[in-house]
């Protein structure tokens, strides 16, 4: 079945720096890689995916690039922010298989 | 708009014990999904439902563990004879079509202990 890892466990930025976090998949068929934000005591919240057919999504502030030869996808977030702090989980699944297999998740704190 | 909600959001019990979950997905979901998730760790699937149909319990850890659907909206997990290594927050997710990926919304857990 999919492995997904995931670095760094844990990650300290300043306001305003960049965050980069990133994941590698095992599967080479999965082609949807969702990333999730989870705040203490809530479940985890989609905040921008991407499919295998485009390399680059961005959303604002967040962006996220895939390497299909590789197999790792990348989160970035720029200008961070208080609210930015959270645990970050990358997933991967693939056509006829809905499940999620998630990362092991970065704990994000923004200093200010 | 409402989102997924789970109760209880904390169920302590003694080890022995059956517990029953219970996961209202957002209105007019097909699919649904329910996650383990032990401390500090990323959800693990457990089960998946396309409508009333359970498509795949593949990540159930034991025959303890049971899901059910019967209607198509409402969805339990109920687990029997409760372990210690059964203490997890228990996520459920829905989607809106049978479609693949589409985006799976959470809800807020619910925290078990056993004792």
């Known amino acids: ?112 | 708009g409402a989102g997924v909600s789970q109760s209880p959001r904390y169920k302590v019990a003694k080890r022995g014990q059956d517990v029953a979950l219970r996961c209202d997905p957002i209105s007019g979901h097909v699919s649904l999904f329910w996650y383990q998730q032990a401390l500090g760790q990323g959800p693990e699937f457990l089960t998946y439902f396309q409508n009333e149909a359970q498509l795949d319990k593949s990540g159930l850890p034991s025959d303890r563990f049971f899901a059910e659907r019967p209607e198509g909206s409402v969805s339990t997990l109920k687990i029997q004879r409760t372990q210690q290594e059964d203490s997890a927050v228990y996520l459920c997710a829905s989607s809106l079509l049978r479609r693949v990926q589409e985006t799976q919304y959470f809800g807020p857990g619910t925290r078990l202990l056993v004792l």
């Open chain 1, 1 to 112: 079945g999919e492995n997904v890892e995931q670095h760094p466990s844990t990650l300290s930025v300043q306001e305003g720096d960049s965050a980069v976090i990133k994941c590698t998949y095992s599967d080479s068929a999965s082609n949807y890689f969702p990333w999730y934000k989870q705040e203490l005591g809530k479940g985890p919240q989609l905040i921008i995916d991407i499919r295998s057919n485009v390399g680059e999504k961005k959303d604002q502030r967040i962006a996220v690039t895939l390497n299909k030869t590789a197999k790792h996808f990348s989160l970035h977030i720029t200008e961070t922010q208080p609210e930015d702090s959270a645990v970050y989980f990358c997933a991967a699944s693939y056509i006829g298989n809905e499940k999620l297999t998630f990362g092991t998740g970065t704990r994000l704190t923004i200093i200010p």
